[in-house]
């Protein structure tokens, strides 16, 4: 499976995770997914889980994100994630949140 | 006086001496109370006969009901060559092998401890157990049945090396979430941390590859394989974006990054970022970007 979501300049892209990553991660697939969409697309950005077949990229420049019925949002990670995955401390966390 | 009785055997050649004083000084023989009779001895006073004094030990043993006080400087020996000696110098004790045998301390089944007089444990030897060294009552070395406890720091003061004996030379971390740190200290400075092997295993220093992918950017977009990468986004043909697992600690790092099978490419890394960074490739033949395997090596903090 992979993420799809829309770029700045209006593009599709998709998102693909390695499996080393993944095999850090609990969970189902899907919640894996989630966690690393969190994590590597900018917060608040709309994206699809899918296992479409992309392999075809005949015309790749012209692809187009659709939002779904399945659309999610990307979210902040959870505090102790951000942390761990940005290797700052507690106190430099608040000092950056103001 | 009731009765004064002094008397030779009738059928004997021994004589009853009474030995008279080397000066003027009256000496006094006095007699036990009560039943009884006087030890005598033969001539030479190597041999003692009679009934003993209940207050004196006999040579043959007895039993002690007082304390025994040994002077300083003055030993309890044991053996016939005196090979056992305990003493005390006025300053310190002694308990001394003074033979051809080993100094051995015996328990039937309980442990033996070694403590000071506030009851500080110093040392504890379990019997068929362990042997723990204390520190000021706070245990800091123990045997185990597979080898050594150690809580605290270890120093090793003189020597250059820790040696395995055979097999691998495993150093485990068995804490959850702690690191690995090797340090070294540079002339005239002090310990410096030079790599870190973290708890989800990256290794963190100067001279290590911070972060590595190979993956493919052709049909189905796959990661073949990586090191602190979390993902790589498709955004168009040739362009891509790796992620990392753990962000970088500022954008300075060196990404290094080469296309694989495509010639004549131009390719170049862009929109470093903590947290990720950008690859496009391109050949300026024909101005083209184009989809490719694609290897990256990141070094720096």
């Given at each position: 499976m992979k993420i799809i979501y829309n770029t700045t300049d209006g593009t599709l892209a998709q998102l693909v995770p390695a499996l080393k990553f993944l095999a850090t991660l609990e969970g189902t697939d899907e919640e894996k997914l989630i966690h690393i969409a969190n994590k590597d697309l900018p917060t608040g950005t709309p994206y699809e889980i899918t296992d479409e077949d992309l392999s075809d990229r005949t015309f790749?420049?012209?692809?187009?994100?659709?939002?779904?019925?399945?659309e999610k949002t990307s979210?902040?990670?959870?505090?102790?994630?951000?942390?761990?995955?940005?290797?700052?401390?507690?106190?430099?966390?608040?000092a950056d949140a103001g | 006086m009731s009765k004064v009785k002094i008397q030779g055997h009738a059928s004997g050649t021994g004589v009853l001496t009474v030995t008279a004083p080397n000066t003027s000084t009256d000496r006094t023989i006095t007699l036990p109370d009560g039943t009884g009779t006087l030890l005598t001895t033969d001539g030479d006073g190597s041999s003692l006969t009679g009934t003993a004094d209940a207050t004196k030990l006999?040579?043959?043993?007895?039993?002690?009901?007082?304390?025994?006080?040994?002077?300083?400087?003055?030993?309890?020996?044991?053996?016939?060559?005196?090979?056992?000696?305990?003493?005390?110098?006025?300053?310190?004790?002694?308990?001394?092998?003074?033979?051809?045998?080993d100094l051995i301390i015996q328990t039937n089944g309980a442990d033996f401890l070694v403590e000071n007089t506030d009851g500080d444990n110093m040392i504890n030897a379990i019997s068929d157990g362990a042997v723990e060294l204390s520190y000021n009552n706070v245990k800091k070395l123990a045997t185990t049945s597979t080898g050594v406890d150690v809580n605290g720091d270890i120093t090793q003061t003189s020597g250059d090396y820790i040696y395995e004996g055979g097999g691998n030379f495993d150093i485990k971390h068995t804490i959850a979430s702690q690191n690995i740190v090797f340090s070294t200290t540079p002339s005239g400075g002090s310990a410096t941390e030079r790599m870190r092997i973290t708890s989800d295993g990256r290794g963190l220093s100067?001279?290590?590859?911070?972060?590595?992918?190979?993956?493919?950017?052709?049909g189905t977009i796959a990661i073949n394989d990586s090191h602190n990468v979390s993902s790589v986004s498709d955004l168009n043909t040739g362009q891509y974006q790796v992620n990392f697992s753990n962000s970088m600690a500022n954008a300075n790092y060196s990404a290094i990054m080469q296309p694989v099978s495509i010639a004549r490419a131009n390719p170049w890394v862009d929109s470093v970022a903590t947290g990720y960074f950008k690859i496009y490739i391109h050949q300026s033949t024909n101005d083209t970007y184009y989809d490719c395997k694609v290897n990256t090596v990141v070094f720096g903090d």
């Open positions: 790749r420049n012209a692809w187009e994100y659709v939002a779904g019925a399945d979210e902040d990670l959870s505090l102790d994630d951000q942390l761990k995955y940005n290797h700052i401390t507690q106190e430099e966390y608040d | 006999p040579l043959a043993g007895g039993t002690m009901t007082g304390d025994v006080t040994f002077a300083d400087n003055i030993y309890a020996k044991f053996g016939t060559g005196n090979d056992l000696r305990i003493r005390h110098d006025g300053s310190n004790s002694y308990i001394a092998e003074m033979g051809t045998g100067q001279f290590t590859a911070k972060s590595w992918v190979s993956f493919n950017g052709t």
